[in-house]
């Protein structure tokens, strides 16, 4: 890919949104191509590799000491990284790599699983998992978001992005950045070469603005306050949610998402290119310590219209997914995989997996968590150190497998190349591209 040139328009987005306008004729810096010596180092050598027969797919689960990786068919464990602290797990996009968050920025993490074609067929390989010494560099790392076979990386603490091609990303490739004014936010690179990018500071933010290859704003909005996620939809439509429901990006627009409550925050979101339609948490009350919702949110990204649906529990951030099929998935507090009719709000199957079990006061404290991959639906357990893989279509659980650690995120790759991902980030899991806060308050962003 060659990178596009985009415009960083650092003092333009420090501005108010209502004055861009004004300002609209005036030049805008370039934006800067990424520089791999600066902003990720070398890759590490290439692990021993094996030649298997069949495509295999590959889990991480992060723990306090660091990441355990199993084979996704066999649950058994086939790795493990040390690597202490609280780390976050990332999809890069090309079927073999994640970005873990941790201190300095994202460090690739090599799952040792991909697939090289060969005239009309593929040969697979299989290799120990490496954590790399690829690097991009972030202060605070946030947001990572794969899209159109690119991924954007978000740092939070200096307000950049840097955009790198999907398939070069683990290499440390060059790409370009784009500054923005620091705050916790994201970036989604579209199919057309359009940009659409959270606004703000690091008290406030509230701004939705869709940029144009070379930097040119094409749509704004300053009406979304507290503006945090996003998830893309079929057709390309990205959905951001709001403390007062959501935004809707698509066709050159940006709209609205009216609901019925006046505190009505959706802050994680899950989409699926199989539907138009994007699942969301639903919060009401601005003054809980910790709310625990029994609603979510269907947002149709084609009138920019919600539909509410009543749960028999409660969720937490980490509960939402979608199916291969387009199915929204909701894990709740009863231990069970709720399975909903994106199109209609019927619960169409209610799937026990884990026992019951009640999320956290702390955010980072670990509860159980979804991932779809590779055909199958993956559930932690904590409580009792397990990992779950539920069949949708079968609505049972096919497997499970005890673990010497207590998992927290859970993330994973497929083993496909590159070219034949469309959007890792949101068709496959997005609980990892958009589970990134549970902002109860905005001072508690994460």
């Given at each position: 890919m060659t990178p596009r040139t985009r415009a960083a328009a650092s003092l333009a987005l420090a501005l108010p949104i209502a004055l861009l306008a004004a300002c609209a004729d005036e030049t805008e810096p370039a934006a800067?191509?990424?520089?791999a010596s600066a902003d990720?180092?070398?890759?590490a050598e290439e692990p021993a590799a094996g030649e298997v027969a069949t495509q295999t797919a590959r889990l991480a689960l992060t723990h306090d000491a660091g990441i355990v990786v199993l084979d996704a068919q066999t649950l058994e464990q086939v790795g493990d990284v040390d690597l202490p602290g609280?780390?976050?797990?990332?999809?890069?996009?090309?079927?073999?790599?994640?970005?873990?968050?941790?201190?300095?920025?994202?460090?690739?993490?090599?799952?040792?699983?991909?697939?090289?074609?060969?005239?009309?067929?593929?040969?697979?390989f299989t290799a120990d998992p490496v954590l790399t010494d690829v690097t991009y560099d972030a202060t605070t790392p946030g947001h990572v978001v794969v899209h159109d076979g690119v991924t954007a990386f978000f740092d939070d603490g200096t307000g950049t992005v840097q955009l790198v091609d999907a398939a070069e990303a683990a290499t440390g490739a060059a790409g370009e950045t784009v500054e923005l004014p620091v705050h916790h936010g994201v970036a989604v690179p579209l199919a057309d070469g359009t940009l659409v990018v959270t606004d703000g500071t690091e008290e406030e933010r509230s701004g939705v603005r869709l940029l144009a290859a070379d930097g040119t704003e094409l749509a704004a909005t300053d009406q979304c306050p507290g503006v945090h996620g996003e998830a893309v939809a079929a057709d390309d439509a990205v959905v951001l949610g709001c403390t007062d429901g959501a935004v809707v990006v698509a066709g050159g627009e940006i709209t609205k998402v009216e609901t019925p409550d006046e505190y009505s925050r959706i802050g994680n979101q899950a989409g699926s290119h199989e539907s138009p339609i994007v699942l969301g948490d639903y919060k009401t009350d601005p003054d809980a310590e910790l709310e625990r919702p029994t609603t979510v949110s269907l947002i149709d990204t084609r009138d920019a219209s919600v539909r509410l649906v009543e749960l028999p529990a409660s969720y937490s951030f980490?509960?939402?997914?979608?199916?291969?099929?387009?199915?929204?998935?909701?894990?709740?507090?009863?231990g069970a995989l709720q399975v909903i009719d994106p199109a209609s709000g019927e619960i169409t199957?209610?799937?026990?997996?884990?026992?019951?079990?009640?999320?956290?006061?702390?955010?980072?404290?670990?509860?159980?968590?979804?991932?779809?991959?590779?055909?199958?639906?993956?559930?932690?357990?904590?409580?009792?150190?397990?990992?779950?893989?539920?069949?949708?279509?079968?609505?049972r659980v096919w497997a499970s497998a005890d673990l010497d650690v207590v998992p927290n995120e859970i993330n994973g790759v497929d083993g496909l190349p590159a070219d034949d991902h469309e959007d890792e980030a949101h068709a496959e899991d997005d609980h990892a591209e958009d589970e990134h806060a549970n902002e109860e308050h905005d001072d508690h962003d994460h």
């Open positions: 800067t191509p990424a520089d990720a180092t070398d890759t609280f780390n976050r797990l990332n999809p890069v996009g090309d079927g073999r790599h994640l970005a873990v968050s941790t201190t300095g920025g994202f460090q690739v993490l090599d799952l040792g699983t991909w697939g090289q074609g060969h005239d009309d067929h593929f040969h697979w980490r509960s939402l997914a979608r199916g291969d099929d387009g199915e929204a998935l909701v894990l709740t507090t009863d199957a209610s799937i026990p997996v884990v026992d019951a079990w009640e999320e956290p006061t702390e955010w980072q404290e670990a509860r159980p968590a979804l991932l779809t991959l590779d055909g199958s639906v993956y559930v932690t357990d904590p409580a009792n150190q397990q990992v779950h893989a539920v069949d949708l279509v079968e609505q």
